[in-house]
């Protein structure tokens, strides 16, 4: 086998069947699985996967585990060789699986690698962070919320600066369309359980770094996000709680303290 695709659920049954549509539509000439982590959504999506997609893989979990935990369970079932975390508010628009897999195939110092994303309108979308930009990241988010929006625009002028034409190595790829090397993972471990979401696949990938890999952007790859469909009230709270997290575990005591300190409302 040579990828399992991993997409975690929760309460997304349009967007996860869209999702699947998707890569059963693009995926050519490649080995391939399937596997749907529900974390107890209640929604029918189980249902209505099972009804639509006889052969695709359904983890039934009893509770909501949260992102990284609960793509660590279909990692234990998977058979692949990379395994390829998939948000379900996503589609692809090419044969993205085939081409991020290709790449891993030629890079053998490559354990993580993603590609480009893109809006629904086919506006490219945080796809990967350049450097060691998490500190960055914090500080401008603290002057986002002290001066909104020249912060704002100073960020959106970033990101239409950023070179998505070529191979490039990164510090980091977004969780949306994460393909990772099952034989490092088995050896470093999967997600941290510190997370609920965010932030876990850059400390994941902040790992691998330190053991020696690299992180990849490959932009022939092409998948439409439909960022924000899939967060709730509750998202801000997760996301401070990882932030501080984050920085504890990949910086010390000191940044988490800084980091709870910035981010406080």
């Given at each position: ?144 919320k002290l001066f909104w929006l020249g912060e704002y625009l100073k960020i959106k002028r ?73 967060k709730n009230e509750k998202s801000h709270s997760y996301y401070c709680h990882s932030c ?22």
């Amino acid at each position: 086998m040579d990828v399992s695709v991993i997409i975690v659920s929760y309460n997304t049954k349009k967007l996860i069947t869209d999702c699947i549509s998707s890569v059963i539509e693009k995926t050519k000439d490649i080995d391939y699985e399937i596997i749907v982590v529900d974390n107890n959504s209640t929604d029918n999506s189980v249902e209505e996967i099972k009804n639509k997609f006889p052969n695709v893989i359904v983890i039934e979990n009893k509770e909501n585990i949260g992102f990284g935990l609960a793509n660590n369970e279909g990692f234990k079932k998977a058979s692949g060789r990379y395994l390829f975390c998939l948000n379900p508010d996503t589609v692809l628009i090419n044969n993205a699986v085939k081409i991020l897999s290709d790449f891993m195939d030629k890079n053998n110092d490559c354990a993580a690698c993603g590609g480009n994303l893109y809006d629904e309108k086919l506006n490219p979308v945080h796809s990967f962070g350049y450097g060691d930009n998490t500190h960055t990241l914090l500080f401008r988010r603290t002057l986002m919320k002290l001066f909104w929006l020249g912060e704002y625009l100073k960020i959106k002028r970033y990101e239409k600066s950023i070179d998505r034409t070529k191979i490039q190595q990164v510090n980091h790829i977004t969780g949306a369309d994460l393909m990772l090397r099952k034989s490092v993972i088995d050896k470093l471990g999967g997600f941290s359980d510190k997370f609920f979401m965010y932030f876990e696949e850059t400390e994941l990938e902040a790992r691998l770094k330190r053991a020696g890999y690299k992180i990849y952007f490959v932009p022939e790859s092409k998948i439409i996000h439909l960022e924000g469909k899939t967060k709730n009230e509750k998202s801000h709270s997760y996301y401070c709680h990882s932030c501080v997290e984050y920085y504890r575990l990949c910086y010390g005591e000191a940044w988490a303290e800084l980091a709870e300190m910035l981010i406080k409302k």
